[in-house]
């Protein structure tokens, strides 16, 4: 099953593919979430509730502010409390680096073959 969604939510753009076992969501340009609960809440409206397994795609992403760090953390939080994942797949450098200088845990990967091989090792 793979439906593409193009739509605006609390984010700029997003380019969201529901995959068999998860969300993909492609961030276009340089999103900029105005409220972390904002899209934690979409998220889970979006999901149904269910297993939160979510990639994000940040390869268009060159710049991340506070308020998309924050609502990054609690979406991961909450999709981890739901027996979930948020991986992060190709950040720029920059992204990376301030992803990693927040403190927070995410998990980020090369590519996005490396993400579906993850999901393939654990579910």
């Known amino acids: ?22 969300l993909y969501v492609r961030l276009k340009e340089n999103v900029q979430f105005g409220r972390a609960a904002a899209f934690r809440d979409w998220l889970n409206d979006f999901t149904g509730g269910e297993d939160c397994r979510v990639v994000i795609d940040a390869t268009e992403v060159m710049y991340i502010n506070v308020m998309s760090l924050q609502a990054l953390g609690e979406t991961a939080l909450f999709c981890s409390r739901k027996g979930g994942f948020l991986f992060i797949v190709n950040p720029s450098p ?7 200088l927040s403190g927070l845990r995410l998990e980020i990967f ?11 090792r654990r579910f």
């Open 94 to 100: 920059y992204v990376r680096r301030t992803i990693h």
């Open 110 to 120: 090369a590519g996005v073959d490396d993400a579906r091989a993850e999901i393939s």
């Open 1 to 22: 099953l793979c439906i593409t969604y193009l739509m605006s939510g609390p984010a700029d753009l997003l380019e969201i593919q529901r995959l068999n076992s998860h």
